[in-house]
């Protein structure tokens, strides 16, 4: 094949890579403020069952049922809408698309979408004190030096759910079901992407793993109340 008709096709691709762009581009401008309304929605009609409940049963059932909807809405809706946002490492995009995300703001305002109030400065902590702002200890495990499959096998044994997972220098979500398991990350250079965790170069390469399971009962009853998650763990404060 000719250089000419090389370029031909090369230039043919990035086109239809374009096209495809800004049609993606288009639909998650229209549908994620449904999204995001559909979300508040939901919490104003939990809120108000919490408020009427009248036995800590009542009031359980009801954080376990918006555990429940967060564990679907985060990774069904809020994630994917994310998917192909370019990366940058100091990226603060506030929406899909609108502008580039490095992976702290991308787990922060992935969050804060979903509802939550969280401290802006969350994003510029390392990846373990975010973790540990979000996550019950008891939810947290931490992995050194281990093998990617050992890293899999132990993370799959904590249940299914949404998780944070910590990196030498890199943070993301995990997401696991029992058709699914997945990361999904800012990836550096590239964008906003969903993997496989056992071909993702990034997780295998990291040194140490940290991984806090999201929703606790404390991190609900905030979301349903609009409360305020603060910064516990501040490690720039410690360093002063």
């Given amino acids: 094949m000719s250089m000419k008709r090389v370029l031909v096709v090369i230039g043919v691709c990035l086109l239809c890579l374009l096209g495809i762009v800004a049609v993606r581009y288009a639909y998650v401008k229209a549908k994620y403020p449904v999204i995001l309304k559909d979300i508040e929605s939901k919490r104003a009609e939990l809120l108000k069952s919490y408020r009427q409940a009248k036995s800590e049963e009542e009031r359980e059932r009801i954080v376990d049922q918006a555990r429940g909807f967060l564990n679907e809405v985060l ?4 994630l994917p809408a994310w ?14 698309f609108e502008g580039r995300v490095a ?16 401290d802006s400065r969350m994003s510029e902590q390392p990846s373990e004190y ?7 200890e008891r939810d947290i495990a931490r992995f050194s030096r281990v093998s990617i499959d050992a890293f899999n096998r132990e993370v799959r044994k904590m249940g299914e759910g949404v998780y944070l997972v910590g990196l030498d ?25 969903s993997e496989v965790p056992s071909l993702s170069p990034t997780l295998r390469m ?18 349903l109340l609009g409360e305020k998650i603060r910064l516990q763990y501040n490690y720039f404060a410690q360093k002063r």
């Fill in 83 to 96: 998917y192909g946002t370019p990366w940058s490492f100091n990226g603060n995009a506030g929406l899909p």
């Fill in 103 to 118: 992976c702290g703001s991308f787990v922060e305002n992935v969050l804060k979408h979903a509802g939550f109030e969280i």
């Fill in 75 to 78: 990774p069904g809706k809020v």
């Fill in 206 to 223: 990291s040194n140490y793993r940290v991984v806090g399971k999201l929703f606790s009962r404390n991190m609900t009853e905030r979301w």
């Fill in 169 to 193: 220098s890199h943070v993301g979500f995990l997401y696991i079901s029992k058709e699914k398991y997945r990361f999904v990350h800012s990836h550096g250079y590239l964008f906003v992407l």
């Fill in 130 to 136: 975010i973790i540990k702002n979000l996550c019950e």
